[in-house]
């Protein structure tokens, strides 16, 4: 079992370019979790799935969507990337809200 | 204000040695209470989960305590090992809440 991977593990966009980060999980989990994390800040949540169908933003979900493909996937869409958006993303899963989250290897995104 | 405050912010110990991490939150009330383990470069995973009726945990040389009154939990790292080295992130749970509370971890490097 992958548990929950993500692609790609790094990218370099300019500003403006836009770019969708894709994770996957094969836990048969229901709960999936966009977050970011940066230099001297705690894991910051951008948007949740709480189950298939259902999306919710999180703390920092400006200049992001996301959509649930299916039970397993789970992708965050970079519209018009942004300096700002510099950071390291990880997907994360949990087979219900409340439960454990797994977190998945990290996407390392420079925004130029 | 965040709700999670951790400290030290990073320390660094002697291999063989022995050392505790602290956690004060204000998220009340709260489901449970679990540390993250996160090395360089990866994703964080799970090291022990407590419920607000739990006072203490263990994994392997990991042993977390609780005190629900206080709002305070430590976890304690006994006889460190260089693998030991990485940031240990509090993370709690609010009652009813999907959004976890993350602390911003503790650094602990680990030296021969």
């Known amino acids: 079992n992958a548990g929950v991977t993500q692609t790609p593990k790094f990218q370099v966009l300019k500003t403006g370019q836009s770019m969708t980060l894709q994770c996957a999980q094969d836990?048969?989990?229901?709960?999936m979790y966009w977050y970011r994390q940066d230099p001297g800040m705690g894991l910051r949540l951008i948007y949740y799935?709480?189950?298939?169908?259902?999306?919710d933003k999180g703390e920092v979900p400006n200049g992001y969507n996301v959509s649930r493909l299916n039970k397993r996937e789970f992708s965050l869409r970079l519209e018009s990337a942004a300096p700002s958006q510099t950071s390291v993303y990880f997907c994360?899963?949990?087979?219900?809200?409340?439960?454990?989250?797994?977190f998945g290897p990290g996407t390392r995104l420079l925004v130029l | 204000k965040n709700q999670v405050e951790q400290s030290p912010q990073s320390l660094i110990i002697l291999e063989g040695k022995n050392c505790t991490l602290q956690?004060?939150?204000?998220?009340?009330?709260?489901?449970?209470l679990r540390w993250y383990k996160q090395d360089t470069g990866r994703g964080p995973v799970s090291l022990t989960i407590?419920?607000?009726?739990?006072n203490t945990k263990s994994n392997g040389r990991y042993t977390a305590t609780l005190d629900a009154d206080t709002k305070q939990s430590s976890l304690h790292i006994t006889a460190s090992q260089l693998s030991d080295s990485a940031s240990y992130i509090c993370?709690?749970?609010?009652?009813?809440?999907?959004?976890?509370?993350f602390g911003k971890g503790n650094q602990v490097v680990v030296i021969p």
């Open positions: 956690c004060n939150y204000t998220v009340s009330p709260f489901s449970n």
């Open positions: 799935s709480a189950s298939e169908g259902t999306t």
């Open positions: 993370v709690v749970t609010p009652y009813g809440n999907n959004r976890l509370a």
């Open positions: 994360a899963t949990a087979s219900l809200p409340q439960e454990t989250q797994y």
């Open positions: 407590m419920t607000f009726s739990e």
């Open positions: 836990m048969n989990h229901n709960s």
